[in-house]
């Protein structure tokens, strides 16, 4: 005859005992005009949009006319002051105002129009940027091996590989 299983009934009760202090000091709203701008309307807008098209049309006129695929050293100078430009407060600070304020508020419709027509904008200095991407893109496939064994561009082969990968 088998024996039935004993049954073992579950005592273990938990009940947290700590509480929590009210984070009463820390601020819990977003406050973007001593990091960006006063308001839509800040005169700054317009200047660092001003000072963004203007840098990038510095880096076309500059790198349009030049070989900058002719050697490692060449190809470096290029994606260093790519690298660069794109990372200048400027160039990023309208996109990311406007783009917290519709974080914060998603009514914000004003934010939103604002996003629009600064994408669009800045779309015609984007457009002059491809032949930077396009020509890399081109180069045979003895060349981009090149650039991606060259110690000198290490810190670009992950982007390098995607171009390479993406005009195939």
Do not use: C
Not at 141 to 165: D, G, I, R, S, T
């Amino acid at each position: 005859m088998s024996k039935k299983p004993k049954q073992i009934k579950n005592h273990f009760k938990y009940s947290p005992q700590q509480t929590l202090t009210p984070l009463t000091s820390i601020k819990t709203e977003w406050d973007l005009t001593n990091l960006y701008y006063k308001n839509k309307n800040d005169k700054r807008i317009e200047k660092d949009i001003l000072a963004a098209e203007k840098a990038y049309d510095q880096f076309v006129n500059k790198w349009r006319k030049k070989n900058f695929t002719a050697n490692p050293k060449v190809l470096h100078e290029a994606l260093s002051e790519k690298e660069t430009l794109a990372g200048k407060p400027g160039v990023t600070r309208p996109g990311r105002y406007f783009s917290f304020r519709s974080a914060l508020d998603a009514n914000d419709k004003d934010a939103e129009k604002q996003l629009s027509l600064l994408s669009r904008r800045l779309r015609k200095v984007s457009d002059k940027m491809l032949f930077f991407t396009l020509t890399l893109g081109q180069l045979p496939k003895n060349k981009q091996k090149l650039f991606l064994k060259a110690p000198e561009l290490a810190h670009y082969k992950y982007y390098l590989e995607q171009v390479f990968e993406n005009a195939s």
